[in-house]
C-alpha cells in the first residue's frame, strides 16, 4: 500500500502537467484550421488564418509582445544577476530576502494597480511634486497605457525580479560561494566579476527553467496587460482575449488562430533569448580569457541594491495607495491625501463580492489540497526509488508555465464547452492545479529532501511501517515547509485570471476576475476595494504559515524545519 500510493501520485501527476497541454493545445489546433463541428467546421482549411492575418495592427501586437516580454525578462534577470553578484554572502542579502520574500504573495494585477495608481497622470508621484512645480491639473501624458508598453514592462519587472531573486537564492547553496569568493579576490577580481565568471554559469543552468517561464508570461501576459498595457493596439494576448468573448460564435475560428499565432510569438522570444545566450556566453568567455578584472564595480553595485529597494518600495507603496483609495472620500487634484475617509466604498461593494469570493477561496483551497497531495506522493516516491528529479522531469514540471496559457487553456474552454458538461467548479480547480501544482512542488521539494533520514531509519528499526512514519515523523517535522508550499499554491490559484475567465465562461468570477474587469472603468476606490482584497487572502495564507507552526511547536524547538 505505502507503494502503490506514491506511485499512483507520480502518475496522477504527470497526468495533470501533461493531458490538459496535449487536449488543450488539440482543441485549440482543430479549430485554428477550421474543423470545429459543433460551429458549422466541418472541413479543415487555412480561411480562420487568412482571417487573422488580415486583421488590422496584428504584426505590431505580435511585435509588442515579443518586445515587452523580452525586455521584462532581460531586465529582470539582469538586476537580479547584478544584485546577487554583489550581495551573494553578506548581511544586506538576508536582509532584502525578507523584504522582497512577501512580494510572492502579491497578485501581479494587484501590483499592476497598485503601480498604476503611483504613476497616473493624477496619480500619487505626480501630487507629491505637484506643490513643488505649481501642477494644478493632471499633465496630459498616457501614463499608463502608453503605446510602447513601458509601464507594461516596469510592472512586470517589479513582480518577476522578486521570483527571481528567490529561485536564484534557492539555487545558491548548490554552488561553493565561498571558494569562489576567495579564489576571484586572490586574483584581483571584483565581486561582480568574480562571480559571473566562477558561479553564474552553474548556477544559471539551475534557474534557466525559472526564467523561460517568465518569459513566457511576460510574452502572453493577459491582465498585467489589459491594466498598464498600451490600448491601441494592444498585445496580441489581449487582442485574443476580446475575441474568445466576442458574442459571434464565428470569432471562435479567428480566435483559436490567434492563440496558435501567441504560441509561436512565445516560441520566438524563446528562441531570441536561447541567442541572447549564446551570444551572453561567448562574450563572457572573451571577458574571462582577456582577463578583465573589474575591480571599480562599487557603483554597479550601489544601483543593484538601489533598484532591488525600488521595486520593493514601490510594491509596498502601491498596496499601500490601493488602502488609501478604498478608504478615500473627496480626493482632488493635487491633494495629497483624501480630505476624509469613509467605509462607503466597502460598504458598497461588499453585497457583489460575496459570490466571488466563495468561488475565489473554494477554487484555491481545492486546487492547493489537490497539488500537495500529488506532490507529498511523488517526493515520497522519489525517496522510495533514491531517484531525484532530473533535468527533463523538471522540463514537464516548468511545462504548464512556459507553453502559454492562452493557447491551450482556449482549446480546454472549447473541449468543455462541447463536453455538455455543467460542473463548472470541479473543471475550474482542475484547470487550476495544472498552474498550481509545479508551485507547490518547487516550494516542497528542497525541505523534504534535506530532511535528515536517520529520524525515519530508527523508526523504521522500530518496526514502524513506511506510512506510520510518514504521519508521525515526516509530516509533522515538515509542517513549516507544507504550509508555506500551501500558502504559494493558494497565492497563485488567487491570481489566475485568464483560466478563471475561459473556463468560468461568466458563469463563475472571482476577486481577481472582478478586479481586472474594473480596469476599462475609471472608480479608483472599488478598484482599490477588489485588488486590496486580492492582496489580503495571499497576506492571511502566508500569515498562517507562520502562526501554525510556531503554536504547534512552541514547546518542541527541535521540531522546527
Known sequence: MTAVLPRAAVAVTLGFLLLPITFGLLGTLLPAFGYLPALGGVELGFAPFRDLFATPGLLAAAALSVATGLAASLISVGITLVFVASYAGTPTLSRLQHLLSPLLAVPHAAAAFGFAFLIAPSGFLIRLVAPVFGIDRPPDVLIPHDPMGLAMIAGLVIKETPFLFLVTLAALPQV????????????????????????????YRQIRFAVYAVIAYSSSVVDVALILGPNLPGTLATRLVQWMNDPDLSARFLASAGAVLQLGVTLVALISWFVLERLASGALKTARDKGWRLVADWLVRHISILLVGLIGTIVFAGLAILAIW???GLWQFPDILPQSFTLRSWMSAWPRIGDPLVTTLLTGLASTLLAILLTIGCLERELQTGRSVGEKALLMLYLPLIVPQITFVFGLQLLFIGSGSEHRLPALVLVHLVFVLPYVFLSLADPWRSLDRRYEIIATALGRSRLSVLLSIRLPMLI???LTAMAVGFAVSVGQYLPTVLIG?????????????????????VIGVYALLQTILPFLAFALAALIPAALHRNRREMKV
Open 176 to 203: 561553493d560561494l565561498a571558494a569562489a569568493r576567495r579564489l576571484s579576490a586572490s586574483f584581483g577580481y571584483g565581486r561582480i566579476a568574480g562571480f559571473v565568471y566562477l558561479l553564474w554559469p552553474a548556477l
Open 326 to 328: 478604498s478608504l478615500a
Open 480 to 482: 513549516r515547509p507544507i
Open 505 to 525: 465562461e461568466g458563469r463563475l468570477s472571482t476577486i481577481t476576475t472582478e478586479a481586472v474587469a474594473l480596469a476599462s472603468g475609471n472608480n479608483r476606490r
